[in-house]
């Protein structure tokens, strides 16, 4: 009897170690299984995160240095790129070339990539703009990339281009003060037709551009000459702004620095 039991015993007790050992057995494969799942979900992760980080400055590679870095930067924080534009009413909010520029932005990176928000100010010159301190509307939206048509035509024939050009770095200054990280990139507003200063006044602000490192985007050349009535087409000779066509002429040209086919 006493052997009986004692057998028993041990049965009972080589049973309860062979399932402890299976229980420990599972749960360490389990344990390793979840360890290397994880592992590759962080993996696939990174990767992708490198592969959106890649088509990005692939797509960006004729931006400059400095855009290019600020737009890596969002990317792999995982945030949309934020790009503020702002000038006069030739940069309206609606309907004009900074909706065509966002649809195209949107096209070559990806529904979302970009955030832009447009500033318009109707009649100011740059006077205007630094008086009133207006670059803290663009600090306020923490941009990557500031995107500036600095009111030069509303500044034609009002305001000596000297003085435009300072008032132009007080702005830019006062950004940068809010948001030192913001990489501002210069434009002229569009031609009008027959001017005699004007084309000279933009001529002064690109060399201005290229004195002081801003980024300048040159989309002159993709208007038709500032002395042909072929111009008339593109810019209304009434308000001296873009039409339908100018804004989309416009938008194009923009689009070709920021989108490399």
């Given at each position: ?14 049973l ?20 290397a ?5 962080t ?18 590679k ?21 790009l ?7 940069t ?8 065509l ?8 990176y990806?529904e979302?990539?970009?955030q832009i928000?447009?500033h ?14 207006i ?6 939206d923490?941009?990557d ?23 132009i770095?007080s702005?830019?200054?006062?950004l940068?003060?809010a ?11 569009n031609?009008?037709?027959?001017a ?15 004195e002081?490192?801003y980024?300048y985007?040159?989309?002159w050349?993709?208007?038709?000459d ?19 066509e ?16």
């Open positions: 009897m006493r052997n009986f039991v004692l057998i028993l015993l041990i049965a009972v007790a080589c309860a170690f062979a399932i402890a050992g299976h229980v420990y057995w599972k749960q360490t494969i389990d344990a390793t299984v979840q360890a799942r994880a592992k590759m979900e993996f696939a992760e990174q990767e992708e995160k490198a592969n959106q980080t890649e088509a990005a400055l692939a797509r960006a004729r931006l400059p240095a400095d855009a290019q870095a600020a737009i890596k930067r969002a990317v792999e924080e995982n945030r949309p790129i934020r503020v534009i702002a000038g006069s009413e030739s309206p909010e609606k309907g004009g070339w900074p909706d520029l966002k649809q195209a932005l949107d096209e070559a990806g979302g990539t970009f928000t447009v318009e100010y109707e009649g100011l010159t740059t006077a205007d703009a630094d008086r009133q301190r670059a803290a509307d663009w600090a306020s923490k941009p990339l500031v995107l500036l048509e600095p009111f030069l035509l509303n500044d034609n024939g009002v305001i000596v281009i000297d003085d435009t050009l300072d008032h770095e702005m830019i200054g006062q940068k003060s948001a030192p990280d913001a990489v501002v990139m210069l434009q002229p507003p031609p009008i037709y027959n005699t200063y004007y084309p000279e006044q933009v001529e002064e602000l690109e060399a201005f551009a290229k002081n490192g980024p985007i040159n989309h050349p993709a208007w038709p500032n002395q042909s009535e072929e111009l008339n087409k593109y810019i209304d000779p009434e308000s001296d702004l873009p039409t339908e100018g804004a989309k002429r416009w938008a194009d040209a923009l689009a070709e620095y920021f989108i490399a086919q």
